[in-house]
C-alpha cells in the first residue's frame, strides 16, 4: 500500500501525457521570380499550452493570410509577404509562445541557401542575418529540447541507470544506446528505413515497462545492459526521427542538421545521467536503494503501461 500511494503522488506529480517534441514551425519561401516575395508557412502544434501564438513581420510586408486548417499534430495557416526590401537584416516576432513551446523559423532563399533560427517565450524575437550560416546549429538545441522534454525517453534513461552498476558499465550502456539511435535516427530521416510513427511510440513505451520489470528482478541485473540499450535505442532512435522529421528538416545540410541535433541529445543525456547516478548512490548511502528500486519500478511501469494503452487507442481516433 504504501508503494502503491507513492505511485500514484508520482503520476499525479508531472503531466502523464508528456510533453510531445513539436515546435512551433515558421518556414519562408522566397520568391525565384521576386526577391522580395515571400510564401510562408505557420505551423503551430494542436496540443499547446494557451492560445495559438502568431506571427509580427516587419512592417516592410504587405501581409495576406488563409484561414487556418488542422493538419496532423499542427495548426497550418498560410500567409503570403509582398516586401519593399528583402528581409535579410530584419526582425520577426512570435507572441504568446508557451513556456513549452519554443518556434524554429526557417528561411529558404531563392539560391538554395538557408537560415534557421529558434525563439522562445522568453526571446520571442530573432533577426535575420545578411549572412547565412553554414551550420545548423538551431538543431542542437532542438535535440537538448526534445530529450529534456520528453518524459518517456528520460524515464527509460533512469530505467538502464537502475540496471548498471559500474562506471565502465555505464559507459558501455550509454555508448551501446548513443550508437543505436544515431544508427536508425540517420536512416529513418533519410527514408532508407521507415516504421510507422505511432508503432513506434508504443513500442518505446513497451521498453520502459520492460525495464521496470527489469529493475524488479534480481536475476535479470546481470544480464549484459549495453545489449539491451543497444537493441532499444534502436527504437528510441526511430522516435527521435519522427520527432524532426515533423518539423522539417534542411535537406542543404541534412547531414549536418541530423549531427546537431544528435548532439543536442547526447547533451541531454550527459545533464540527466550525472543528476540520476548521484540520487541514486545517495539512496545506496543511506540504505534506501531497494525501496527506491522498488518505488521507481512501480513508477516507471505504470505510466509506461499508461502511454503503452493511450498510444495503442490513438490509432483507432
Avoid at 185 to 211: D, F, H, R
Avoid at 253 to 280: A, D, T, Y
Avoid at 284 to 310: E, H, P, Q
Wanted: proline share 3%; charged share 10%; hydrophobic share 45%.
Amino acid at each position: 500500500m504504501k508503494y502503491l500511494c507513492k505511485i500514484i503522488l508520482f503520476i499525479f506529480s508531472i503531466n502523464i501525457h508528456s510533453h510531445e517534441f513539436n515546435p512551433a514551425h515558421l518556414i519562408i519561401d522566397q520568391s525565384s521570380i521576386n526577391e522580395n516575395l515571400y510564401e510562408s508557412t505557420w505551423l503551430y502544434p494542436v496540443k499547446n499550452i494557451g492560445i495559438r501564438a502568431s506571427v509580427i513581420f516587419p512592417d516592410i510586408c504587405d501581409i495576406q493570410g488563409t484561414s487556418p486548417f488542422v493538419d496532423g499534430k499542427y495548426i497550418v495557416e498560410k500567409i503570403t509577404l509582398d516586401c519593399n526590401t528583402s528581409l535579410k537584416g530584419k526582425s520577426i516576432e512570435i507572441i504568446n509562445l508557451s513556456v513549452l513551446t519554443d518556434a524554429l523559423i526557417t528561411v529558404n532563399y531563392a539560391n538554395s541557401s538557408t537560415y534557421e533560427g529558434l525563439v522562445n517565450n522568453k526571446e520571442p524575437i530573432i533577426t535575420i542575418p545578411d549572412e547565412v550560416s553554414y551550420y545548423p546549429t538551431t538543431y542542437l538545441y532542438l535535440g537538448v529540447d526534445h530529450l529534456l522534454n520528453g518524459i518517456d525517453h528520460i524515464l527509460f534513461i533512469l530505467g538502464l541507470i537502475f540496471l548498471v552498476r559500474g562506471t565502465w558499465n555505464i559507459i558501455k550502456t550509454i555508448t551501446a544506446f548513443t550508437l543505436a539511435h544515431s544508427i536508425t535516427l540517420g536512416l529513418t530521416v533519410l527514408n532508407i528505413i521507415s516504421l510507422p510513427q505511432a508503432t513506434v511510440e508504443i513500442l518505446i513505451a513497451l521498453t520502459i515497462v520492460y525495464l521496470a520489470l527489469e529493475i524488479n528482478d534480481s536475476k535479470k541485473i546481470d544480464f549484459t545492459p549495453w545489449g539491451l540499450a543497444f537493441g532499444f535505442g534502436l527504437l528510441h532512435g526511430m522516435g527521435f526521427a519522427g520527432a524532426l522529421t515533423d518539423i522539417g528538416i534542411s535537406n542543404e545540410n541534412i547531414f549536418l542538421s541530423l549531427l546537431f541535433f544528435n548532439i543536442g541529445i547526447e547533451l541531454g543525456q550527459l545533464i540527466l545521467i550525472p543528476i540520476f547516478s548521484i540520487l541514486i548512490w545517495i539512496a545506496y548511502r543511506l540504505n534506501y536503494y531497494s525501496s527506491t528500486a522498488n518505488t521507481v519500478s512501480y513508477a516507471i511501469g505504470s505510466m509506461g503501461f499508461y502511454w503503452v494503452i493511450v498510444r495503442f487507442s490513438n490509432l483507432f481516433i
